[in-house]
C-alpha cells in the first residue's frame, strides 16, 4: 500500500479546522506510537463520519485503522481489552446519541480498571464522539451529556473548542494513561479555521485555558457555547466592560483553581453551557466557586443552558442553543445586582 | 479530494492485482479512458476512469492487492464532506485563537482583599481600605483585628486629639449642613437710634424675628431634603448659640413670640447658667425652629452662618458699633447693628428672605416698648 502521509495531510502553513486539527493529531499520535490503534464505524475506507479519520487507513494499514460493525457495545468493550493489553485504542463513535450502547463497559470497567486492579492495570483509551447541536440533524445526534461522563470518577472528559485546543488535547488524551471522553463540538468542526503547527505539541489535560483577560466580569464555558460566549465579551467590550472568558475545555476533572483566581479578581461570573440546565456541570461549578470565593462574589453567578428538553428539530435549534443575547442578559443581571 | 474505488469486478471477486498504472497524480483523464489494469483470480481487467478530471493520487503499486471498496485512485477538487445528516457550516468568526494555558497573568496577579461581610462594614465604618491590608487570617483572610489594627495606625499617624462631645457633634453636624444646605446669605443694617440706652438687642433681635416670621412664616419651617417636604411651625421656637470653652451650645427659647421681654430674659439666663454649668438637659437643646447667632457681642460684622438642619434659617447678629448715618440731609451718629441672614434656598426664596429681613429690621428700628 502507498504509505506517502504527506500529500494527505494539511500543509503546516495553511489554516487549519477543527475536524483537520482532530484528523492530524491522530496522524501525529499513530506515527509517533506504534501502539495507537483507530477503530469504529466507517473510520477506514470511508474515513469517519465527518472525515476525521481521513487518510489514517492509507497511511497505516488496516490492521490499526478497523472498520467496526454497527455495535457500539462492542466497540466498548473490544477497546477496553486492547488497552489492558498495552494498546492504546482511539474510538470513533459517530454521534454522541450512540454512546450510550457503550456506557456499561464505560461505567463499570474502563472508568474502573485502574482502582478495580489496585494499580495493577490502567486503561489508555480515547473515545471520542462529536457533541453539541446546531447541524441541523435529529436530536440523538445533537445532544450535549458531558456531565453524565463527568459524573463517573475514573473517567476524563475533554471537550475542545479551537483547532489548537483540539490538536494539543487529543495527543495529551492518547498520551493519557486512563480513558478519555472526547468530545468534539460539530457545530464548530468547520468554523474559524486557524493557523496550526503540527509540531506534537501537547497541551496540559488539567487546566481550563483563558481565551480573553478581563477585570469585570467572568463567562466560563466550553465546547460550541464558546464561540457565542466570545461574541458575547465582543458586545460588553464595545459598552466598556472588560470581560474575561475562560474555555474549561477539561470538565472531568475541573481546573477549579484557575476559576476561582479569576472569579475572585472579578466578583461576577455566567456560565454558559449547550448542555440542559439540571444536572448540568454549570451547577456544579457554580457550587464549588460558592464555596471557594463566596466572600469575593458582588452577584450571584448566572447559567445560561438549554432547556431541560431533548434538543429540537433543526427549526427550533437556535432557540435551543444559548444566544448571545441570552448570554448578554444574564451578564446584565450579573454586573447590575449590586 | 474524491475518490474513486475498486468496483465490483463481477462473479463475487473481491480483491484483485495491480498489474499495470496507466496514468499518474497529475494527469488529467477523461471519462472512460483505460487507468488502471488489475488481474483477478479470473483474467486481467482493465479499469477505465469514472468521469473526466486531475489525478491526485493513485492507491497501491504493480503487485499490490487490493480488496473491492477500497479506493484506487483520487481526483483533485472538493470531495465529499462526508456526514450523512446534518449541514457544518464554515467559516464563522475571523478572530484569532489566542489563549493562556489555565489562568490570565492579571488573574494570577490578582489578589483581593478576603474578608467576611461584617469585617466589611467595620472596614467601611472605620475608613480602612481592605485592599490595603495583608489579612493574618488563614489563606489571607482579613480579620476584625487586622481592620482596627489599621484604623488605630491611621489614627496614630496623624495623631492630635480626638473630639469629643460637643466639638464632635459641632464637626459632623456642619459638615452635614454644609454638603446639604444651599445657602444664600443677605446683610443689612438696623439702626437702633430710637433705642434707649440700655442695649441688651438679644431678646429684641428674638422678638422682631417673631414679627418678620408673621409676615413669612416659610422661614420658620423645617426641611427634608431626601422626601422634599416642609414643614411649617406655629410658634417660634428659638435657637440661640452660645459661645463655650467646651464648644458650640445652641440652647432653645421657646415660643419666642408669645412670651413677654421679662419671662423671655428670665428664660435665657436660665439656660445661660444651665450651660455654663453643663447641666442643661438635651431637650433643652432641641427642637429649634430659627437660630440666631449673637456672635458680635465678642467680635464682627457680618457673617456666613451655617444653617443648621432641619432648619431653613440662621440670623448673624455683629455688633453693634456708632457710625455716621445720613438722617434729614445731615449727617448723624447713630448705633448700627450689622445684620445676616442665611438661608436655605431649597426651601426659601430670595423675595421670601427679603421680605423676612426687611420686616426684621422694620422692627428693630421701632422706639423701645417699655
Not at chain 1, 280 to 285: A, D, F, K, Q
Not at chain 2, 44 to 49: C, E, L, M
Not at chain 2, 170 to 186: F, G
Not at chain 2, 251 to 258: A, I
Request: hydrophobic share 40%; proline share 6%; with cysteine.
Amino acid at each position: 500500500m502507498a504509505n506517502d502521509l504527506s500529500t494527505d495531510k494539511p500543509a503546516v502553513d495553511k489554516k487549519v479546522s477543527l475536524l483537520e486539527a482532530v484528523n492530524l493529531a491522530m496522524h501525529r499520535a499513530m506515527s509517533e506510537d506504534e501502539n495507537v490503534a483507530v477503530l469504529g464505524e466507517d473510520v477506514g475506507v470511508n474515513g469517519g463520519v465527518f472525515r476525521a479519520t481521513q487518510g489514517l487507513r492509507d497511511t497505516f494499514g488496516f490492521k490499526r485503522v478497523i472498520d467496526s460493525p454497527l455495535a457500539e457495545t462492542m466497540l466498548g468493550g473490544l477497546v477496553i481489552g486492547m488497552a489492558a493489553q498495552g494498546l492504546k485504542p482511539v474510538v470513533e463513535i459517530q454521534f454522541m446519541g450512540f454512546i450510550y450502547a457503550a456506557m456499561e463497559h464505560l461505567v463499570s470497567h474502563a472508568a474502573r480498571m485502574r482502582n478495580r486492579t489496585r494499580g495493577r492495570l490502567s486503561c489508555p483509551m480515547v473515545m471520542r464522539s462529536p457533541m453539541g447541536a446546531g447541524i441541523r440533524a435529529p436530536e440523538h445526534h445533537s445532544e450535549s451529556t458531558e456531565a453524565m461522563f463527568a459524573h463517573v470518577p475514573g473517567l476524563r472528559v475533554v471537550i475542545p473548542s479551537s483547532p489548537a485546543r483540539a490538536y494539543g488535547l487529543l495527543l495529551a488524551a492518547i498520551d493519557d494513561p486512563d480513558p478519555v471522553i472526547f468530545l468534539e463540538p460539530t457545530r464548530l468542526y468547520r468554523m474559524n479555521p486557524q493557523t496550526l503547527v503540527d509540531d506534537g505539541k501537547r497541551l496540559p489535560l488539567d487546566t481550563c485555558f483563558t481565551l480573553r483577560e478581563g477585570s469585570d466580569i467572568t463567562l466560563i464555558s466550553w465546547g460550541a457555547s464558546v464561540h457565542e460566549t466570545l461574541q458575547a465579551a465582543n458586545a460588553l467590550a464595545e459598552h466598556g466592560v472588560s470581560a474575561e472568558v475562560i474555555d474549561v475545555a477539561c470538565v472531568k476533572p475541573l481546573d477549579l483553581d484557575t476559576l476561582e483566581a479569576s472569579v475572585r479578581k472579578t466578583g461576577r461570573c455566567v456560565i454558559v453551557h449547550e448542555a440542559p440546565r439540571s444536572g448540568g456541570l454549570g451547577g456544579e461549578i457554580a457550587a464549588s466557586l460558592y464555596e471557594r470565593a463566596l466572600l469575593d462574589l458582588q452577584a450571584p453567578i448566572q447559567r445560561v443552558t438549554a432547556p431541560d428538553i431533548p434538543p429540537p428539530l433543526y427549526r427550533l435549534e437556535q432557540l435551543y442553543i444559548p444566544s448571545v443575547e441570552d448570554i448578554l442578559h444574564a451578564c446584565d443581571t450579573a454586573l447590575n445586582y449590586a | 479530494m474524491k475518490y474513486f474505488k475498486l468496483p465490483d469486478l463481477g462473479e463475487g471477486l473481491q480483491e484483485a492485482e495491480i498489474v499495470e498504472w496507466h496514468v499518474k497524480a497529475g494527469d488529467t483523464v477523461k471519462a472512460d479512458q483505460l487507468v488502471v489494469s488489475v488481474e483477478t483470480a479470473k483474467a486481467i481487467v482493465d479499469i477505465p476512469a469514472p468521469y473526466d478530471g486531475v489525478v491526485a493520487k493513485v492507491y497501491g503499486g504493480d503487485g499490490d492487492i487490493l480488496h473491492v471498496g477500497e479506493p484506487l485512485m483520487a481526483f483533485e477538487g472538493e470531495g465529499d464532506a462526508g456526514t450523512v445528516v446534518g449541514r457544518l457550516e464554515g467559516g464563522g468568526s475571523s478572530q484569532d485563537d489566542q489563549f493562556f494555558v489555565g489562568a490570565a497573568p492579571s488573574t494570577r496577579e490578582h489578589l483581593s482583599a478576603r474578608a467576611t461581610p461584617a469585617v466589611r462594614q467595620l472596614a467601611r465604618q472605620l475608613g480602612v481600605d481592605l485592599n490595603a491590608l495583608s489579612g493574618s487570617g488563614s489563606d489571607g483572610l482579613i480579620t476584625r483585628a487586622d481592620v482596627e489594627n489599621a484604623s488605630q495606625a491611621e489614627r496614630d499617624k496623624f495623631g492630635g486629639e480626638k473630639l469629643r462631645g460637643v466639638r464632635r457633634s459641632m464637626a459632623l453636624n456642619m459638615a452635614k449642613s454644609h454638603a446639604e444646605v444651599v445657602p444664600v446669605t443677605i446683610f443689612g443694617d438696623a439702626d437702633l437710634h430710637r433705642w434707649g440706652a440700655a442695649r441688651d438687642p438679644l431678646i429684641r433681635i428674638g422678638k422682631a424675628m417673631a414679627a418678620a416670621c408673621r409676615v413669612e412664616p416659610v422661614l420658620n419651617s423645617w426641611f427634608d431634603g431626601k422626601s422634599l417636604s416642609i414643614k411649617h411651625h406655629e410658634k417660634l421656637d428659638l435657637g440661640i448659640a452660645v459661645d463655650t470653652p467646651d464648644g458650640l451650645f445652641v440652647p432653645v427659647l421657646r415660643d419666642v413670640g408669645n412670651r413677654h421681654a421679662a419671662d423671655l430674659k428670665e428664660g435665657l439666663n436660665c439656660l445661660r447658667a444651665d450651660v455654663k454649668a453643663r447641666s442643661i438637659p438635651p431637650k433643652e437643646m432641641m427642637g429649634a425652629t430659627i437660630t440666631l447667632s449673637n456672635f458680635g457681642t465678642l467680635f464682627g460684622r457680618y457673617a456666613n452662618p451655617i444653617v443648621v438642619l432641619p432648619q431653613v434659617a440662621i440670623i448673624g447678629a455683629g455688633g453693634i458699633r456708632q457710625e455716621p448715618v445720613a438722617m434729614d440731609g445731615q449727617v448723624v451718629i447713630h448705633p448700627i447693628l450689622p445684620l445676616s441672614l442665611t438661608f436655605d434656598h431649597r426651601a426659601v426664596t430670595g423675595g421670601e428672605a427679603a421680605r423676612f429681613f426687611k420686616a426684621l429690621v422694620e422692627e428693630l428700628e421701632k422706639p423701645e416698648s417699655t
